[in-house]
């Protein structure tokens, strides 16, 4: 422990301490989320020299990842990031913290066995060197065995204490990687040890060295900075690519922000799952799971109540009130228009996905430790990165099925004001989620209601796929090809219902 965070520790509580871990960690991978942004900032500009459509457009950057949905966001990942800097010595380790994010995650195994021969009678035993082969700071444990009594030394002259170790006859013993503890091996590369037989019989020396990242949460580093990177480099292709599209997303992203529902959405979503860290739920040590369920669900109507408000007053009151006929006199298409708008109000509902995910993974991060101070139990910073970062996958599926609302929303106001928007969404939610009951409870029945339960299985999306928040909230890992797939049917989906609206306002009378 490094001496900036035992004076840390000396004036902040463990709890806050293990609380704070996971988020400093979250911060660092903002750090490296700024890098790209930067970086892809600096690429630009260097196009510019020799393209003068990159110099314009590098002109207006600076407006475009200020505005809109873009600036907020920008100042979420900086407080993170600036957290991250700050909170430096909070880390248990934190000189060591930061190497693991460029270790390897998977360490290896290696076993090496040796003859130490005895010392002759009349003499005084002699180190022999063993070849190893590991990095001290990599090392995670070792294991040793031998049938006779060996002295191992780091060193040849192994004068401390810390440096031997004393290996029993048929008593196995086994070295575990502690930062919190004095480690002889950290801060080199280890390629000999020094073993001495005390005993009278030649001695079969053997040890099993495990080596590895000492923290592998650290690689969440990467996975967030390269996730903030793939968010602003699709912003800007689609700025780059599809203009007069994104200028339309752009002014729609910036009106649904400004306007009171999007606040009201926001505020009341934070000060309810802040709420649900103090509420009593009597599940005998569980509720940390409900906690997550809850936060799940109530992050996702956020949103979903966010996008049908948003697609209702971005298309059906401007073609109602005639501000659609002004945009499209100008050179705009009707399919620019509609895709702008539905691309504007998704900006502004990942906005709003990442301003109430920050609040539910630092409320999560801290349940085990609320949970564990009620209980008289110790939460480690460990346990609680691993449950707020268990919530990630909930908030991806969560936003691909507003993705699917959204565009559902978006055809149906096209053709029908707020009120018939509000309730046929509702009623698609409906089915969608009770789809597959509906399926299986249709089995043995007459044909007709089998068709029926087939028919609304095909038309309407199946939303129980983005619902696994009993999988989450019982700690079970989402795989990645899960999320692949259910991105892969709310795209299809997506695009599905967005052909239908294209179709619908094709036609429509805008005078």
């Not at 475009?64 to 600036?82: D, H, K, Q």
């Not at 880390?91 to 040796?114: D, H, L, N, W």
């Not at 000999?192 to 079969?204: D, H, Q, S």
């Not at 068709?451 to 009993?470: S, Y």
């Amino acid at each position: 422990m490094s001496t900036n965070t035992l004076l840390f520790a000396a004036v902040a509580p463990q709890w806050v301490i293990d609380w704070l871990t996971p988020v400093w960690i979250l911060g660092l991978g903002c750090i490296f989320g700024l890098l790209l942004v930067g970086l892809l900032w600096g690429i630009v500009w260097l196009l510019g020299l020799v393209w003068p459509r990159a110099r314009q457009f590098g002109d207006e950057m600076p407006r475009l990842v200020t505005e809109g949905a873009m600036g907020p966001m920008l100042a979420v990942i900086a407080g993170l990031a600036l957290f991250g800097v700050s909170a430096f010595p909070l880390a248990p380790a934190p000189e060591v913290m930061v190497k693991s994010i460029f270790r390897p995650q998977k360490g290896g195994t290696q076993t090496v066995t040796v003859e130490v021969a005895p010392a002759p009678a009349d003499q005084e035993p002699e180190p022999i060197a063993v070849e190893v082969s590991f990095d001290g700071d990599e090392l995670q444990r070792i294991d040793f065995d031998s049938n006779e009594d060996v002295l191992l030394l780091v060193n040849q002259d192994g004068d401390k204490s810390s440096d031997r170790f004393t290996i029993e006859a048929g008593r196995p013993q086994v070295f575990a990687q502690n930062v919190l503890l004095a480690n002889p091996f950290s801060g080199q590369y280890w390629d000999k040890l020094y073993a001495v037989n005390n005993g009278t019989a030649p001695a079969t020396l053997t040890m099993k060295i495990q080596t590895g990242s000492p923290y592998p949460q650290m690689q969440t580093v990467w996975i967030a900075g390269l996730c903030i990177g793939a968010v602003f480099l699709f912003y800007l292709l689609l700025w780059a690519f599809t203009p007069r599209m994104s200028a339309v997303a752009f002014v729609t992203t910036k009106s649904e922000i400004a306007q009171p529902a999007f606040l009201l959405l926001t505020g009341g979503g934070a000060a309810l799952i802040f709420a649900f860290i103090w509420i009593p739920y009597f599940t005998f040590g569980e509720d940390i799971k409900v906690l997550k369920d809850s936060g799940l669900t109530t992050i996702m109507i956020c949103g979903i109540g966010l996008a049908v408000w948003a697609a209702t007053k971005s298309v059906s009151e401007e073609i109602e009130g005639r501000t659609a006929l002004t945009v499209l006199s100008k050179p705009i298409q009707r399919r620019s228009f509609l895709i702008g708008k539905f691309v504007g109000i998704m900006w502004a509902v990942l906005l709003l996905f990442v301003l109430l995910g920050v609040v539910f993974m630092v409320c999560v991060a801290y349940k085990p430790i609320f949970d564990g101070r009620e209980g008289a139990t110790d939460a480690t910073w460990e346990s609680c990165f691993e449950q707020m970062i268990s919530v990630v996958p909930g908030l991806v599926l969560a936003y691909l099925e507003t993705f699917v609302l959204a565009a559902i929303s978006v055809a149906i106001s096209t053709r029908l004001p707020m009120l018939a928007n509000f309730s046929l969404t509702f009623t698609i939610y409906l089915l969608g989620n009770l789809s597959p009951q509906i399926v299986q409870s249709s089995e043995g029945r007459f044909a007709p209601v089998k068709f029926v339960a087939g028919l609304i299985a095909t038309v309407f999306p199946v939303l129980d796929h983005f619902n696994i928040q009993a999988a989450i909230a019982g700690g079970q890992e989402v795989p990645n090809m899960y999320l692949v797939g259910a991105l892969f049917y709310s795209l299809i989906y997506g695009g599905i219902a967005l052909l239908v609206a294209l179709v619908f306002f094709e036609d429509r009378d805008l005078a």
